[in-house]
């Protein structure tokens, strides 16, 4: 069992930037492949970004690649994610995962997930 806590959403300018964090906390960390996802009103979770267990292997989609970095530190049991020049369309709850197994865009390779942050980005 992995448990994993988002934190560092909250309501910025457009052009601004921030950074969230997933803590996580039981299993070796390190053993998960950890992926972003965000889900905006109506609409379907959406990939944002995802991190092989090592770090040395990352994943975007086009819609936030160039903006935003992910990167993980093991010692810390923690994930990041770096998101610059933030758009009103970034607008959304931002979800991190945790993958024993296979990783990459699909929500359903995931095992655990945290219970989400906000993010709000004005125009």
């Known amino acids: 069992q992995v448990q994993l806590v988002e934190s560092g959403g909250g309501l910025v300018q457009a052009g601004g930037s921030l950074r969230l964090s997933c803590a996580a906390s039981?299993?070796?960390?390190?053993?998960?492949?950890v992926g972003w996802f965000r889900q905006a009103p109506g609409k379907e979770r959406e990939f944002v970004a995802a991190i092989s267990r090592s770090g040395g292997s990352t994943d975007y989609p086009d819609s936030v690649k160039g903006r935003f970095t992910i990167s993980r530190d093991n010692a810390k049991n923690t994930v990041y994610l770096q998101m610059n020049s933030l758009k009103p369309e970034d607008t959304a709850v931002y979800y991190c995962a945790a993958a024993r197994g296979i990783w990459g865009r699909n929500p359903r390779v995931y095992d655990y997930w945290g219970q989400g942050t906000q993010v709000t980005v004005s125009s």
């Open positions: 039981g299993r070796t960390f390190s053993n998960y492949a």
